[in-house]
Structures are given as structure tokens and as C-alpha cells.
């Protein structure tokens, strides 16, 4: 069976950098500690709707508050930008909010729309959200900003196991989205017909998951990474996570989300193929 990877594997997958934040899209009040001081940073936290776009939901939350409440509707295949944001608007009609930030389950070029999704309907290039939301809105891959909230420091890559198959690599304070579920697993079989959703209703729980452990292996082995965390809405059928990874959330999208616009341990600013961290 070929896999398209390296087969090296390093001994060890390790945390390069352990940082305290709180578990939700806002932060502890008094601060935050920051990656080089143990001095706690004070925070003037905006308020910020975070959407994360899937192929099968819309889930958005507001950030910057002490609870976080999260809404969602269903998505699919005939679902426009334009309907996405009239039923965000009205769904959200007793928030508060200053900024949007968007996860796009697509490509996204120097923070703007560069394909239409596969899963979604059309006219989401070019289409102006700023326009609709009348608000500031940043867009950022939707597998990137749940790798920018899953980020802890060092050398990660993150995958998400959803509808398709996300993925991205942050190295160096630079965040690299990536289409890993276009590379070759087998003889006519792309990652993304392995670990996706339709993989998991043909093939099984248990089968899609020892495919998720062969991949992540030989991932790990080629990004070299210090750690690997898997997350997307199908993380949680999983039940013996690989060795070296980390189980991720959802709820680390908004997470990302909010890290767009707040001043935080890992506040990242765009650049036209990726986001830097700064």
C-alpha cells in the first residue's frame, strides 16, 4: 500500500512551549501569561463573533465575554454567502459585538476568498462580508483558525477530521494552511476518501479510525512535527487517540477566532498565503 509519505519517525513528539490561557474564547481576567515572561499581560478583550463554517454546520459564538454561548443551523450544499450571513444576523440580534472573524472551508488569499467551497453552494468568492455584516471581518481558512486556537508553541500540524479533511502547519510563528486530503493513500484513493465523513459511514468507526492512526503516523513522521492535534466535528469518535497527538475541539475555532483581533499569547496578522503570528 503506498501512503505518499516519508517513513522515518522521530523518537519523540514533545511540547515545545507550555503556556496558561483560558479554555474558552476569552481570557482570564487580569491578563494572560505571555510565551517569554511569567508577568501576567493586561487585556482590553474586544468582542468578536466568531463563524465557523462547515459542510454541515454553521456554528458561531460570541468572544470576549465570560460566557460563551454557542448557536449553529445546518449548512450544505445549496447554502450561499448570502443567506449565511442574513441567518447569522438574525440569529445573533441580542449580541454585541465589533468584529467578525470567519473560518472558510476553502482557500483564502491575503484574507479574502479564493475558492468557492466544494461543500457549500456558490457565489462565496468575492462576496463582501464586511458589507453584509457591517462590521469589520477578517476570513482565515477554517482548519487554520482551529489550528491557531489549538496552538501551544514549537512545531504543530493540525488536522481536522470533518465533513473533508483540514489541515494546517504553524512553524515559526507562520501559519501554513494546507490540502493534505489531496494526497495519495492507495492506488485511486486520496486522504480525503480515508478520513473523511463518507469514509466513516462506509467503512465503520473502527476501521476509519485505524486509518486515522496510520495517517497521523506517517504525518508526523514527514512535518516532523513536536506535536499533532486532531480535531474537526468527528474527533470525538475516536476512541484511542495516536500516540503524540492531541485531541482538539471545536470550540478552539473560536478560540482562533478571537485571537484574529484580541491581543493575545498568539495574535495573528495575515500575510497573502499565511497568517503570522506576532
Known amino acids: 500500500m503506498h501512503y505518499g509519505f516519508v517513513a522515518w519517525r522521530p523518537a519523540a513528539l514533545a511540547w515545545a512551549v507550555h503556556f496558561t490561557e483560558f479554555p474558552r474564547c476569552t481570557y482570564k481576567a487580569g491578563g494572560y501569561r505571555d510565551r ?29 465575554q465570560r460566557r460563551r454561548s454557542v448557536r449553529s443551523f445546518p449548512s ?9 450571513v442574513k441567518k447569522v444576523i438574525e440569529m445573533t440580534a441580542d449580541w454585541s459585538y465589533r468584529a467578525v472573524s470567519i473560518g472558510y472551508p476553502g482557500p483564502v488569499m491575503s ?3 479564493a475558492g468557492e ?27 487554520a483558525m482551529q489550528a491557531l486556537g489549538s496552538y501551544r508553541g514549537g512545531r504543530m500540524l493540525f488536522v481536522g477530521l470533518g465533513t473533508g479533511l483540514g489541515s494546517a502547519l504553524i512553524l515559526d510563528d507562520v501559519i501554513v494552511p494546507l490540502e493534505l486530503g489531496d494526497l ?43 506535536y499533532l492535534v486532531i480535531g474537526g466535528g ?13 485531541r482538539g475541539s471545536n470550540h478552539m475555532a473560536f478560540l482562533g477566532g478571537s485571537r484574529l483581533w484580541n491581543p493575545s499569547t498568539f495574535h495573528a496578522k495575515p500575510k497573502k498565503h499565511t497568517w503570522v503570528i506576532t
Request: charge should be positive; charged fraction near 25%.
Open 76 to 84: 450544505g450544499k445549496r447554502l450561499t454567502p448570502r443567506q449565511m
Open 36 to 64: 517569554h515572561r511569567e508577568n501576567p499581560v493586561s487585556l482590553t478583550v474586544m468582542r468578536v463573533l466568531v463563524i465557523d463554517i462547515g459542510g454541515s454546520n454553521v456554528k458561531f459564538a460570541l468572544c470576549g
Open 117 to 143: 467551497p466544494p461543500n457549500l453552494g456558490k457565489g462565496w468568492v468575492g462576496y463582501d462580508f464586511e458589507g453584509g455584516f457591517r462590521k469589520p471581518v477578517k476570513i482565515i481558512n477554517d482548519a
Open 111 to 113: 484574507g479574502r476568498t
Open 184 to 226: 495519495s493513500y492507495s492506488k485511486g484513493r486520496l486522504l480525503f476518501d480515508v478520513l473523511g465523513k463518507e469514509a466513516l459511514k462506509a467503512n465503520g468507526r473502527s476501521k476509519w479510525e485505524a486509518s486515522v492512526h496510520r495517517v497521523t503516523e506517517r504525518l508526523a513522521a514527514a512535518f516532523r512535527t513536536d
Open 234 to 246: 468527528n474527533v470525538k469518535r475516536i476512541k484511542q487517540m495516536p500516540a503524540g497527538t492531541r
